[in-house]
């Protein structure tokens, strides 16, 4: 009989469990379009999709079927359609995917819906206590995480199955694959999410554990999106990294553990999608208001007065991609210093990021915001000036965003004093004051 492998966020041929299933039998790859996660998609989150889905009808010579709709309508009809044994698939563990996969499960009656293998090196409710109970906590989860291990890659590919045409299905109307929503900063799909990896480690691998950290470098490994949608898998990079004698392998590991991390934590706690992890911040004042809303524009747009707050949120609208250095430091200025909510910051993340993911954005704000997993965060609120001459000595990163700021010379960039060009803006608050209201406020929840 053969079988249907409905592709989600595992968008890659090799390393593929749920297709281990497949040799020798006829298998029918389909990818479902739903309008409810196309809405709340950015434009380059989609992008990044339909590239990925390209790659893969391109590997398979056409023999992609591509349906929008909602999964448990249109998947019943696909595995009906093909007499299908069973539907394959890779767990999801997100909030609204472990709903949808129920209402599928359902719908799909005596079809099985099979699951094998996740996103992440460890699953969701795999790293356990000694008791039982779930981890709340990164450092001793990450030990447990390590001691648990994870799967080799698996050996799929292209050849791994007999693949059958769309044209084989009848019942369902399929659709192309829209058309790309702009340009990407970094191609996407299986084959580019290789090349940069095996670039990364050639290149910079060593030293990641000090520099990570300097956005004038821009050398991190740029996997985020890749994992996000499933281009590659992270036990891939981390038979690499085991492998490997780079400085910077046990800091990138670390990095790796924490997506799993959050990823836990959104499964033990769905609600921090938009909610604080920690109760106790729900009573914090923010500022309202049309002054308020003017300070978040300015933030969006760039437009702080503060050259390192800039420089990222401009990275951001102009790339979709932010430098986490700097994703810290202008979370901590909307929220410490402008006192917004960080669900406002996060939303206008999710819209730019192309790797823009549920678990690791809401809770990145969440640490930010100091309401999350950590334990006593809310003392720590970065001072832009020492962040920026900190992790951006030369002022190349600045200088490379802001372009009104080009001609200030080395760190001084971050302080520009009478200096400022009269195009770039005074800044819109003072920070030790700002600083001080933060402080004041979280202090009287305590
Ligand atoms: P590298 O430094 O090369 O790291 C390798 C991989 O490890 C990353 O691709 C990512 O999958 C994982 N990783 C690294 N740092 C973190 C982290 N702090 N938390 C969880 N996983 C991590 N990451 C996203 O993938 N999507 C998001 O929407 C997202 N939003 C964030 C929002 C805030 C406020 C903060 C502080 C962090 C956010 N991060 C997010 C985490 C991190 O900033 C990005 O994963 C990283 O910048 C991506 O660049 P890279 O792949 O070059 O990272």
Redesign the pocket.
Known sequence: QPIVLWLRRDLRLSDLPPLLAAQGRQVLACFVLDPTLEASSGDRRLTFLYDSLRDIEDQLDGSLLVVRGEADKVIPKIAKSIDAGAVHISADYSPYGVRRDDKVRKALGDIPLQEEGSPYAVAPGRVLKDDGERYRVFTPYFRKWREHGWRDPADTGVNSATWMKPGDVSGVRSTVIPKSKGELDIPAGERAAYARFAE?MADDIDG?DDD?NRPDHAS??????Y??FGNIHPRALLADLENSEGTGRAA?IR??A??DF?ADVLHQRPDSSWWNLNKKFDAIQHDSGKDADADFDAWREGKTGFPIVDAGMRQLSESG????RL??IV?SFLVKDLHLPWQR??AW??DQ?T???MA??Q???Q??AGCGTDAAPYFRVFNPITQGKKFDPSGDYVRRWVPELREISGAAVHEPGDARPADYPEPIVDHKTERQVALDRYQSLA
Do not use: I, P
């Open positions: 990364f990641y990570r991190t490994s740029r996997m985020s999106a994992l996000k990138y990095e790796l924490f997506r959050y991609f932010m430098h986490n994703r810290m979370g910051g996060a993340f999710l990021l790797d823009g993911d690791n954005n809770h990145g704000w640490w930010v």
